[in-house]
């Protein structure tokens, strides 16, 4: 750990998703490669760190971002509705 609380592999991730991916699969491809994580373990240690104050005061531009992101996702969700079956007559 360093003076921001985070490890290396924590930087690492940030640092990761910081980059411009346009392709997902290039993007999955490259998790697995630069990172050695599979991108599910990637998103999941993502996630934790968009939660963590460490990483906020790490890089407070891509985590209010992810943030942000985040609140979008979990708001366009909410508002789908699912079709409830009819009662038979």
């Keep these: 750990m360093d003076?921001?609380?985070l490890d290396d592999a924590q930087r690492a991730i940030l640092a990761f998703e910081s980059r411009p991916w346009r392709d997902p699969a290039r993007k999955a491809d490259a998790?697995?490669?630069e990172l050695g994580?599979?991108?599910a373990r990637y998103y999941r240690l993502l996630g934790a760190l968009v939660d963590s104050p460490a990483a906020l005061r790490h890089d407070?531009?891509?985590v209010?971002?992810?943030q942000r992101q985040?609140?979008?996702r979990v708001q366009s969700r909410s508002?789908?509705?699912i079709p409830t079956a009819?009662?038979?007559p």
């Design 31 to 33: 998790i697995r490669d």
């Design 60 to 62: 407070p531009m891509l």
């Design 86 to 88: 009819r009662p038979l």
């Design 70 to 72: 985040r609140a979008d």
């Design 37 to 39: 994580l599979s991108a």
């Design 3 to 5: 003076g921001d609380g």
């Design 64 to 66: 209010g971002r992810l």
């Design 79 to 81: 508002r789908r509705t």
